[in-house]
Nanobody, 120 residues
Framework: QVQLVESGGGLVQPGGSLRLSCAAS????????MGWYRQAPGKQRELVAA???????NYADSVKGRFTISRDNAKNTVYLQMNSLKPEDTAVYYC??????????????WGQGTQVTVSS
């Protein structure tokens, strides 16, 4: 079994910052791409940012220049630094990992989600 656990969400004023963390644990052999997605009420889940095992990143246009994704491969952890937050960033943020288990079974795993609310 593999678990992804997010932390770091909360309520922040517009222009503020938050840092999300997601730690993967369990029967992990390797983790390929890790990413953050978000889903606002009434909207589809969308990719926010992703990072490969080698450190290559990509971002949604709406967060470029404001959000930074990073990872610590030794800790199987991915981070999302969110600066200059806007009300439209309000959503549940989900961590995703493309994981190969110790039995060499590869699939996507998801965290339970963490709420980010940007409001004055």
């Amino acid at each position: 079994q593999v678990q992804l656990v997010e932390s770091g969400g909360g309520l922040v004023q517009p222009g503020g910052s938050l840092r999300l963390s997601c730690a993967a644990s369990g029967s992990i052999f390797s983790i390929n791409t890790m990413g953050w997605y978000r889903q606002a009420p009434g909207k589809q889940r969308e990719l926010v940012a992703a990072i490969s095992s080698g450190g290559r990143t990509n971002y949604a246009d709406s967060v470029k220049g404001r959000f930074t994704i990073s990872r610590d491969n030794a800790k199987n952890t991915v981070y999302l630094q969110m600066n200059s937050l806007k009300p439209e960033d309000t959503a549940v943020y989900y961590c995703n990992g493309d994981v190969t288990t110790v039995t060499l079974f590869r699939r996507d795993y998801w965290g339970q989600g963490t709420q980010v609310t940007v409001s004055s």
